[in-house]
């Protein structure tokens, strides 16, 4: 295992920051000549080929980024200054990438690439990490090659369940016969009565996740889960796993009829190669399922420590990603992936880029005087075309857009209609939007007009399986680290979501007091007093 | 029914534009001095009281905002010096308020509250619109109540279904015993191949939604869901029922079993509160809870046409969001619904908002010169605290967040963990969010350290039910409105979804000409000759 003993070595602190690297000079230099998309000329088969990335089962398009040669060397330059490759491969041997120098903060691992090392050239080289990893992922096999439960609650929020969510979301055509699943994650009451409507709980087993065994809404949707059970005279125990790192209050056997590990290397949110993802995988499509999903993520992992940014996919992403927020100054990112299947993928996305990279400090504790993290957001095409894509092609605001698609589809159960397939339709429709952000269209009735020079990615992949789902997921991980890495801000901590949980606490501790000696839940007489309790809340900050 | 006819008047057209409007000279000098809520004595239970306004069922806090009594005054100048109440009731009399002055244009009204105006005291004053929309009222009753199908497969996209979707997600409470649905919208394959699994067709009634009665998504998958249910020998026009504007190819009673009529005065975005949401809601829920939904959006209404914003909810939030787009130059909002019943709202309001104003060039043509309709994303909280909260509160760029709560749960199954119900814990979350973002905190150590004086908006209602969500809805349909007569652009029409739809025809057309004669669709042959076809395309228009 990882020793977190100093002194360890840091070698990526005494390179020159972001904003004094050399190549940060030239780059801003070089943004005034960005290629101009709509110039005719410009967007060429020749230019889209010439501009693509292959590996890991995904191909990368990048022909339509306002880049050229000389940008996409100084971007490998950036790379190289700020020893983004050396930084992933301390992450990979399981230095403390998760810290700020000099003042108090987590100094742990972020080794979630161990989670998918399981197969023959290794990456992490750790055999007690290995080791833990294969234990947990054959105490998995074991517990669900016996499995006769036919639904599914996963009890997680966050970290514990939009990755989760969204991997089962896409993996439908590979579901065991019979199979259910359903996620409790809000601590909003109506959500969990929604979900117990229709379930027999005689066939159901819960999973309760989280890496701390102590998150509120988790504690209280598990309370009234096996309330639930209790009431209709089951034992909860044989029903209920467990999911959280050793030693944590939910690491007990008395209570779960089993209990996965995680650890304290793997951070919530790059958390869904790890058991979290493992026993929703495992329950609704089987243990083999995992092990492809797995070996995708880990395809990807090795093309993340090759120094060239033609052949690093998530480094590529991730200077593209730079290139967008910092020169080109663009505040958001839409991710838009021509796939129902993908349809909380970009949550999950959200979730991972803005917890990870929304910070305003760096390694130092010094505040940066650049922008960090942008904006993630985005709904599935062709949907989003008629929903939010006029603003992308006419708004006074410009939004680089990722696409993600796939040249087969999933149940090839396909349709023809008017002369062309559904696939074809989706994947058509994928391709015009990116030319025509890209290229424009000059029409005398300005209403009509189409600027152009709008910047988008695709990403490309030949079906959605288990195994390329492994390879997007692990790309996107990875680019977010890099990000954080060209930046040299810590992406593995969440500061940021203290202060609200203290609020929080402070507001519920005052409603606590009011509640004592009287038990009737439904009277919800919270609302009717929210300004006395902002009241006391205020007072108690001496605001 | 309106007429169309030139000469009619446009009043606003003589308004000061938005850039040259006296107010928007004193609301640029005054946004300097604008209050900074992260300052002691800021915050307090008397603003947060004394701003707050109150209507249709809803509350609107607004002391979270970086407002004071100078910027209000002067926002209500705003909307005096351009008319906008005036021009709502330009909307609502049915005036053509789609429309570019000097070009092209659609040129048609947007009645959208006519839809709901069944009520005692009208808005529209139309008698001919009137009865047109009481006609398809009664249509949809007398079909429903003689409905024993028990499940809907609603096919449409876009408008067409991100409204009504969202709508009955909130609605499940209330749905009749035994009754479900299935969305399909996208042209990806994979949606229907999921949605046809476990279906039983025979008890299956299919809702196809379309204005134009001719959109390639819905066409393709009615197609393919008609194919469905005559493999199994079941003829599929007693299963059928269309959504259409009269005289649409879909506007044919010899291939559905009946036809619901929505109009062109009625923009798709806007739609939910016609039949396009009366079919689905009659159906899950019954008729009257779409009249009960119907009343809600009506109050609302009424609201929309006062002249005091403080009275004057949806142009309160317009005026609030126009603040911190173009003074406070801040180019995203989030929404954030403490509701997971709201969980598809958001999505809606996200085309609502963009599509609407993510335009460039005002009612003249001209390119206007400030930033028009913002980025609108957000996922529910409790779970978003656990996602892109971080980087609200510590991320470089700061986001305005919109709130939405309830002081009761819908089910009223709520239950009490450690002193609290969930209730409790999901509203005291919600104020400690918007508390936090505020008032920030100070912390020697800068990666703990919240800088605070960061706005938000918090919507709240008693509970969510059918009346509650049809006025909440109308308060967006209304802000967003507000905010393109603020600005001078034809909220409207949606110009900027063409040259992607025409590229795409062109790709589609390639594709044809290679398929032709070949009828494997499981082949998939698209991908593997994407950059052929791109090769086609740009050769197409000479690039």
Redesign the interface.
């Known amino acids: 295992m990882p020793s977190y003993q100093e002194p360890w070595k840091k070698p990526f602190l005494s390179t020159p920051r972001f904003s004094d690297a050399k190549s940060t000079r030239t780059l801003e230099s070089l943004c005034k000549q960005a290629p101009d998309l709509s110039k ?2 410009v ?3 020749e230019r ?2 010439s501009m693509t990335s292959r590996g890991a089962g995904l191909s990368l398009l990048y022909g339509f980024q306002r880049v050229d040669q000389p940008i996409l060397t100084a971007l490998q330059a950036l790379a190289d200054e700020r020893e983004v490759v050396g930084q992933m491969q301390a992450l990979f041997s399981g230095k403390p990438v998760n810290f ?1 120098e000099g ?3 987590e100094q742990r691992a972020a080794i979630h690439p161990a989670t998918r090392d399981i197969f023959e050239q290794e990456v992490v080289h750790d055999p007690a990490v290995r080791q833990l990893v294969e234990a947990e992922i054959q105490k998995l096999r074991s517990f669900f090659s016996e499995n006769t439960f036919d639904t599914l609650l996963f009890i997680g ?3 514990s ?2 990755g989760p969510h969204a991997i089962l979301e896409a993996l ?2 590979y579901y065991l016969p019979s199979k259910k699943v359903h996620y409790l ?10 979900a117990l409507r229709g379930i027999d709980l005689t066939r159901t087993l819960v999973a309760v996740v989280s890496k701390s065994g102590t998150t ?2 988790t ?2 949707n598990e ?2 889960a096996r ?1 639930a059970f209790e009431q209709i005279g089951l034992p909860s125990k044989a029903h209920f796993i467990a999911v959280t790192c050793p030693q944590t209050p939910m690491d007990d056997l008395t209570r779960y009829a089993a209990v996965f590990h995680l650890f304290d290397f793997i951070g ?1 949110r790059f958390s869904t190669t790890s058991v979290v993802g493992g026993v929703l995988i495992s329950f609704l499509c089987g243990s083999n399922t995992f092990i492809e999903f797995l070996s995708g993520a880990n395809e990807m992992d090795r093309l993340a420590l090759r120094m060239d940014i033609r052949e690093n996919l998530p480094l590529l992403l991730a200077l593209l990603a730079v290139w967008n927020r910092n020169f080109l100054k663009l ?2 990112t839409a991710i838009v992936p ?4 993908l349809h909380r993928f970009t ?1 999950h996305l ?2 991972c880029e ?2 990870s ?5 760096d390694r130092f ?4 005087p ?8 985005g ?5 989003a ?13 410009i ?1 680089p857009v990722e696409f993600i698609g ?24 994928l ?3 990116a ?2 952000l890209a ?3 000059i029409n005398e ?7 152009g020079n709008r910047p988008s990615t695709i990403i ?1 992949g ?1 079906r959605l399986d288990a195994k390329t789902l492994g390879s997007l997921l692990a790309l996107y991980e990875h680019k977010v680290a890099f990000q954080g890495f060209l930046w040299g801000i ?1 992406s593995f ?12 606490e ?3 501790k005052v ?2 007091a009011r ?2 000696g009287q ?1 009737d ?2 009277a ?1 007489p ?3 007093r ?2 006395d ?3 006391d ?2 007072a108690l ?3």
Chains 1, 2 share one sequence.
């Open positions: 005719p000329g967007i060429t088969p889209i080929v700020i003042f108090d903060s929020i966050g970290g369940e939009l439908k055509p994650a809000n601590v909003d009451p109506d959500e969990m009565s929604v509120l809404e504690a209280t309370a009234r309330h919530g505040p958001t021509y796939s129902s299947a949550a959200q979730q803005m917890e990279n929304g910070k305003c400090v504790g010094h505040l940066v650049f922008s960090t993290g942008p904006i993630i957001w709904e599935p095409g062709t949907n075309q008629h929903s939010f894509f006029q603003l992308l092609h006419q708004g006074s605001d939004v796939f040249k087969e589809s999933q149940f090839k159960e396909d349709f023809l209609f008017k002369g062309t397939s559904s696939q074809d339709k989706l994947i058509a429709n391709f015009a939007q030319l025509a290229i424009g269209h009735n300005p209403n009509k007009n189409f600027a490309l030949k810590n901590d969440q500061e940021g979501v203290q202060l609200g949980k203290l609020l929080a402070q507001i519920l409603i606590r509640r004592s038990e839940t439904t919800n919270v609302g009717g929210l300004l309790i902002l009241d809340v205020t900050r001496g605001l």
